[in-house]
């Protein structure tokens, strides 16, 4: 299995990115795609995930912020974040699980524990300066 990540840069408080993650090597026909984030000094955190069946989790801290969003076609999944933060600075890396979770791991926010997923893109960095 291979994650592929895409996108990140350098912007001004307010402005936006787009993330991207292809998958390749998958199998199974569940998956779960999404992202964390490492700033300097802090521990990894989860950002936003989506599973195939469209289920999705946001952080709050990103809530209303940053959507994302699958291409089943390929399994693939996008980032989009708007109205960035300095807060929002870290090196974000994709993650990818092909198990099923049901619901209730995407309302009650279990889905972005670390230890669900198996499979890592390389770190890309997003710097958001004020």
């Known amino acids: 299995v291979q994650l592929q990540a895409s996108g990140g840069g350098s912007v001004q408080a307010g402005g936006s990115l787009r993330l991207s993650c292809v998958v390749s090597?998958?199998?199974?026909?569940?998956?779960?795609i999404g992202w964390f984030r490492q700033a300097p000094g802090k521990e990894r955190e989860g950002v936003s995930f989506?599973?195939?069946?469209?289920?999705?989790y946001y952080d709050d801290s990103v809530k209303g912020r940053f959507t994302i969003s699958r291409d089943n076609a390929k399994i693939a999944a996008s980032l989009q974040m708007n109205n960035l933060k300095p807060g929002d600075t870290a090196v974000y890396y994709c993650?990818?699980?092909?198990?099923?979770?049901?619901?209730?791991?995407?309302?009650?926010?279990?889905?972005?524990?670390?230890?669900?997923?198996?499979?890592w893109g390389q770190g890309t960095q997003v710097t958001v300066s004020s």
């Open positions: 090597g998958f199998t199974s026909d569940y998956y779960i």
């Open positions: 989506i599973s195939n069946g469209g289920s999705t």
């Open positions: 993650a990818a699980s092909n198990r099923y979770y049901s619901g209730s791991y995407y309302a009650d926010g279990r889905i972005k524990g670390i230890h669900l997923y198996d499979h």
